[in-house]
């Protein structure tokens, strides 16, 4: 049987998968997902929530409001018993967004099925071959697939990760959670409770956001999510489920016929390195932790975004294969920071008179207001920060969406300019002052003016820069004080979109 071709191949079309085949497809790159299910039907609800930049990242591709036209806008990031409120913040998407994974991923794929990606459901990646100049994709059912590169986006137990013999180091787990979607008999006894052994919690499936409060719906399915008082292992059942509603409440509730049910622990690892020669990693695939803070999803919508231009690129020839390595370089130290944040979050949900003391020290010091804004940029992603180098402090972190008026006199966002997926060169001087002609191939150029001033998330107020490049993602890779005439952006844009084409 002939061995099909794709430039890329994405084992598994989770959220992860889906946003990088978006990526992919258009930058005009080749890609087809593999999915193990036979459509994009994700039975029960799962994790639930997008953050801040998550949000922002759907906004830089014009489909974010898909998503807020289901979702419920809230204040959800914690820390211990502590709303880290983050209204104040400079973006358009100052809240975290409710929304069912099942949702998440329904939308997606009306999205991806708008593109040019090809999915084959119904089958697995089971192992894989990778030479110079490909990987061999073993399917089961026996089939292969050949691509140039094959990203991993199959899940903490990744066959990918495995097979590409990338370790997986990291620490055990000290607690494991219930986790179902049940209909009951009784009354359920909604909300959240704590005790010594962790949280505690059941909730409708249907509710509102009113007044930064959650209101349940009167009928429906109810989500269960319990602690257990010992480290759960293998398959969980509906008895499990039962007692340990038993054990917390007294009652179990008549909990009955249920759509899914599951166990997870606090495990956390993270992938030694996010790429071994033509095989790459993202989201689960690369890092497991602790779901406490809702960061697991998003991460991995960040890792697809990082990752689809560059591969774009080497793909297509315009950049040599190296600047593949910026991708670990990049997403591994903000996988590394999520992991330990979402440790502490664990730690803090157990309220033995010790902890509570602990709980209730850093609820005091979340209040305060330069806490608050810390911690609620890790946990919202709009406080990341690249390392591109020394210099303005928008260098590294992701461009603000300013109202710009262009030199026609048009108005335009700034994440509007990013809905092709394309690098923008935005020049805030005189129009015309800065050639990027030999890179007009990739690069859009756009002369403009903005008014105001330029606010970053934790940082605050920052100096009006004369210039800057601004990558797919939306982060910023090169910035101009004052008018420089342009110096340094040729470099610059060699270095992240490739050598210049004669012109």
Same mark, same amino acid.
């Given at each position: 049987?002939?061995?099909?071709?794709?430039?890329?191949?994405?084992?598994?079309?989770?959220?992860?998968?889906?946003?990088?085949?978006?990526?992919?497809?258009?930058?005009?790159?080749?890609?087809?997902?593999?999915?193990?299910?036979?459509?994009?039907?994700?039975?029960?609800?799962?994790?639930?929530?997008?953050?801040?930049?998550?949000?922002?990242?759907?906004?830089?591709?014009?489909?974010?409001?898909?998503?807020?036209?289901?979702?419920?806008?809230?204040?959800?990031?914690?820390?211990?018993?502590?709303?880290?409120?983050?209204?104040?913040?400079? #973006?358009?998407?100052?809240?975290?967004?409710?929304?069912?994974?099942?949702?998440?991923?329904?939308?997606?794929?009306?999205?991806?099925?708008?593109? $040019?990606?090809?999915? %084959?459901?119904?089958?697995?990646?089971?192992?894989?071959?990778?030479?110079?100049?490909?990987?061999?994709?073993?399917?089961?059912?026996?089939?292969?697939?050949?691509?140039? %590169?094959?990203?991993?986006?199959?899940?903490?137990?990744?066959?990918?990760?495995?097979?590409?013999?990338?370790?997986?180091?990291?620490?055990?787990?000290?607690?494991?959670?219930?986790?179902?979607?049940?209909?009951?008999?009784?009354?359920?006894?909604?909300?959240?409770?704590?005790?010594?052994?962790?949280?505690?919690?059941?909730?409708?499936?249907?509710?509102?956001?009113?007044?930064?409060?959650?209101?349940?719906?009167?009928?429906?399915?109810?989500?269960?999510?319990? &602690?257990?008082?010992?480290?759960?292992?293998?398959?969980?059942?509906?008895?499990?489920?039962?007692?340990?509603?038993?054990?917390?409440?007294?009652?179990?509730?008549?909990?009955?016929?249920?759509?899914?049910?599951?166990?997870?622990?606090?495990?956390?690892?993270?992938?030694?390195?996010?790429?071994?020669?033509?095989?790459?990693?993202?989201?689960?695939?690369?890092?497991?932790?602790?779901?406490?803070?809702?960061?697991?999803?998003?991460?991995?919508?960040?890792?697809?975004?990082?990752?689809?231009?560059?591969?774009?690129?080497?793909?297509?020839?315009?950049?040599?294969?190296?600047?593949?390595? #910026?991708?670990?370089?990049?997403?591994?130290?903000?996988?590394?920071?999520?992991?330990?944040?979402?440790?502490?979050?664990?730690?803090?949900?157990?309220?033995?008179?010790?902890?509570?003391?602990?709980?209730?020290?850093?609820?005091?010091?979340?209040?305060?207001?330069?806490?608050?804004?810390?911690?609620?940029?890790?946990?919202?992603?709009?406080?990341?920060? %690249?390392?591109?180098?020394?210099?303005?402090?928008?260098?590294?972190?992701?461009?603000?969406?300013?109202?710009?008026?262009?030199?026609?006199?048009?108005?335009?966002?700034?994440?509007?300019?990013?809905?092709?997926?394309?690098?923008?060169?935005?020049?805030?001087?005189?129009?015309?002052?800065?050639?990027?002609?030999?890179?007009?191939?990739?690069?859009?150029?756009?002369?403009?003016?903005?008014?105001?001033?330029?606010?970053? $998330?934790?940082?605050?107020?920052?100096?009006? $820069?004369?210039?800057?490049?601004?990558?797919?993602?939306?982060?910023?890779?090169?910035?101009?004080?004052?008018?420089?005439?342009?110096?340094?952006?040729?470099?610059?844009?060699? &270095?992240?979109?490739?050598?210049? &084409?004669?012109?």
């Amino acid at each position: 049987m002939r061995t099909t071709e794709h430039a890329v191949i994405i084992a598994g079309g989770g959220p992860a998968g889906m946003m990088l085949a978006a990526e992919l497809a258009l930058a005009r790159v080749d890609v087809a997902v593999v999915e193990r299910r036979p459509d994009h039907v994700l039975v029960g609800s799962r994790a639930g929530g997008l953050h801040a930049r998550s949000i922002e990242l759907l906004d830089q591709r014009g489909v974010v409001d898909r998503f807020l036209a289901v979702g419920q806008v809230a204040q959800a990031a914690m820390l211990a018993t502590t709303v880290l409120d983050m209204s104040d913040f400079p #973006t358009r998407h100052p809240y975290s967004l409710g929304i069912w994974q099942n949702e998440i991923e329904r939308i997606m794929s009306a999205w991806v099925a708008e593109l $040019p990606v090809q999915v %084959y459901y119904g089958s697995e990646v089971t192992g894989l071959t990778q030479d110079d100049a490909g990987v061999d994709v073993e399917l089961s059912g026996g089939g292969t697939l050949r691509a140039q %590169y094959l990203v991993g986006c199959d899940g903490g137990r990744s066959v990918v990760r495995k097979a590409a013999g990338i370790a997986f180091p990291g620490w055990e787990a000290t607690m494991s959670n219930l986790i179902a979607e049940v209909q009951t008999t009784e009354p359920p006894e909604l909300g959240v409770r704590h005790d010594a052994t962790g949280v505690h919690g059941l909730g409708r499936l249907e509710y509102e956001i009113v007044d930064g409060e959650v209101v349940y719906k009167d009928e429906g399915p109810v989500r269960v999510m319990l &602690t257990e008082q010992q480290i759960g292992s293998g398959e969980a059942t509906l008895d499990d489920l039962k007692d340990g509603l038993k054990r917390v409440y007294g009652t179990d509730f008549g909990i009955h016929s249920p759509t899914w049910i599951s166990r997870f622990t606090d495990a956390t690892r993270q992938a030694a390195s996010y790429r071994a020669g033509r095989v790459l990693l993202a989201g689960d695939a690369a890092h497991v932790h602790y779901p406490a803070g809702g960061q697991g999803l998003s991460l991995g919508v960040g890792d697809a975004v990082n990752l689809g231009w560059k591969l774009a690129q080497v793909v297509r020839g315009t950049a040599p294969d190296s600047l593949l390595d #910026t991708y670990h370089d990049e997403r591994h130290p903000v996988g590394a920071r999520a992991l330990q944040h979402t440790m502490a979050q664990a730690a803090l949900q157990k309220r033995d008179d010790r902890m509570r003391s602990l709980v209730d020290l850093v609820s005091e010091l979340a209040r305060m207001d330069e806490p608050r804004r810390r911690v609620a940029g890790i946990v919202s992603g709009l406080d990341i920060h %690249y390392d591109l180098g020394e210099g303005h402090p928008l260098l590294g972190r992701r461009m603000p969406d300013l109202d710009l008026v262009t030199a026609d006199g048009g108005a335009v966002r700034v994440f509007e300019l990013l809905h092709g997926a394309r690098p923008v060169v935005l020049n805030l001087g005189e129009p015309g002052r800065l050639d990027v002609a030999p890179w007009s191939d990739r690069v859009q150029l756009v002369d403009a003016t903005y008014a105001g001033e330029w606010e970053l $998330p934790v940082l605050g107020v920052v100096a009006a $820069p004369a210039a800057v490049v601004i990558r797919p993602d939306g982060h910023v890779a090169w910035v101009e004080d004052g008018d420089g005439g342009g110096a340094g952006l040729p470099e610059a844009l060699t &270095t992240w979109f490739g050598p210049p &084409t004669p012109v």
